[in-house]
């Protein structure tokens, strides 16, 4: 099984600033890379996507995809206490049609 | 929202009992996947499906079966359950033509198995 890496955290930053989130991935030809966030008690919600090395912007939230570091980010700029949720981050493996997912990183904004 | 239904969203029954969990999609996608979600573990995938009839096994598959006999659904069987099995159950779908894309969730099945 490859493995997802992420801090479980929780990640406490106070409202209005940057919140980080890191995920590491073992399998070198993962190809594909999500974000979800999921509130407790609730599924988890597609929040960014991102294939190619770089940064992926959508709104508040920036993805970022190292390759070579095997590492993904997500930064969520301006941070609101909805934000206050479990972020997942899932890879596709080189083969696979499945999503290997971390753990989840839980964020706390605070007021 | 990815039309996905799953049933039933509760249940509660006894070890030994089988049980049988429902993915109902609205939109013809070809992939659907099942997880299970358990503190400590994350989601794990049982099973999934690329076509009618067309599954694959994935992490956490011994003690589950699956059946794909229409597009729109996916079944998900305990034929003997565990307490073991005691989990969230989640059903995906992917949005693509391929398995890596997106997947889109849906509600999830709270399943205690006393």
């Known amino acids: 099984q490859k493995e997802v890496e992420q801090n479980s955290g929780p990640l406490s930053v106070p409202e209005g600033a940057i919140a980080s989130l890191n995920c590491t991935y073992s399998d070198r030809g993962s190809q594909s890379f999500f974000w979800y966030r999921q509130y407790s008690g609730k599924s988890p919600e597609l929040i960014m996507f991102i294939y190619s090395n770089g940064d992926k912007e959508d709104g508040r939230f920036t993805a970022q995809l190292n390759k070579a570091s095997q590492y993904v980010s997500l930064l969520i700029r301006d941070s609101q206490p909805s934000d206050s949720a479990t972020y997942l981050c899932?890879?596709?493996?080189?083969?696979?049609?499945?999503?290997?997912f971390g753990k989840g990183t839980s964020l706390l904004v605070t007021p | 929202d990815a039309g996905i239904t799953q049933s039933p969203r509760h249940k509660v029954t006894e070890t030994g009992t089988p049980v049988t969990l429902r993915c109902h999609q609205t939109e013809n996608h070809r992939y659907m996947y099942w997880y299970r979600q358990d503190p400590g573990h994350g989601l794990r995938l049982i099973h999934y499906?690329?076509?009618?009839?067309?599954?694959d096994k994935g992490e956490v598959s011994d003690g589950y079966s699956v059946s794909r006999s229409k597009t729109e659904d996916f079944l998900l069987t305990l034929e003997s359950a565990t307490s073991s099995q005691t989990s969230v159950y989640f059903c995906a779908i992917s949005t693509g033509d391929v398995g890596n894309q997106p997947q889109h969730f849906g509600d999830g099945t709270r399943l205690s198995i006393l």
């Open positions: 899932a890879v596709t493996p080189n083969s696979g049609y499945a999503l290997n």
């Open positions: 499906s690329y076509g009618v009839k067309d599954t």
